[in-house]
């Protein structure tokens, strides 16, 4: 697999496919120092990132150019970089690959272990086509409980120039 300029390997496209010629960044939230919710015998930047990789490999099977922010267990800044700056740096990989969208993969977590579902969030004003789509073949494909799609104002949503959308896709807290 060929690396980005962020050093992440991005998956080869088939040439054909529905996503033929489009770029998609996927970014597994959180990663090294900044490890996310921790729960049940598993930290939220290894369940984003196993996730993230899957999901490289269908797109790419579709025939999406695929960049990842990480592909492993690291900050996408330098180390010991702000957190505005390590947002942004995972926003500066998709202006560099002129990536067509942007997709953040998180895990939720919640006081109550019993709380379980899926929720796609979106910039306010624009990309909720985007958000609504991904939550739907989602929950198509997994039976996960529909949480909703809301307008957000988290780092990735609202400094991002292209469709985005940042998915909660479980709770930590919940042993399922």
């Known amino acids: 697999k060929e690396p980005d300029p962020s050093g992440s390997p991005s998956a080869p496209n088939t040439g054909a496919g529905i996503l033929s010629g489009k770029v998609i960044v996927i970014d597994p939230g959180h990663g090294g120092s900044n490890p996310g919710a921790v729960d049940n015998g598993t930290r939220e930047s290894d369940n984003n990132l196993a996730v993230s990789l899957k999901l490289r490999d269908l797109l790419a099977q579709s025939g999406a150019k695929v960049v990842m922010t990480r592909s492993i267990d690291k900050t996408v800044a330098p180390e010991g970089s702000s957190l505005g700056q390590e947002l942004q740096a995972r926003l500066d990989i998709a202006d560099r690959n002129n990536a067509d969208i942007f997709v953040s993969v998180h895990t939720n977590s919640n006081s109550n272990a019993d709380i379980t579902g899926l929720t796609t969030y979106y910039p306010s004003g624009r990309s909720a086509a985007l958000a609504a789509a ?14 909703g799609t809301l307008p957000a104002t988290f780092y990735v949503l609202r400094n991002s120039a292209i469709p985005s959308s940042l998915v909660e896709m479980g709770f930590i807290t919940n042993p399922g």
Do not use: E, M, P
């Open 134 to 147: 991904i939550k739907q073949n989602v929950i198509k494909t997994t039976n996960a409980n529909d949480k």
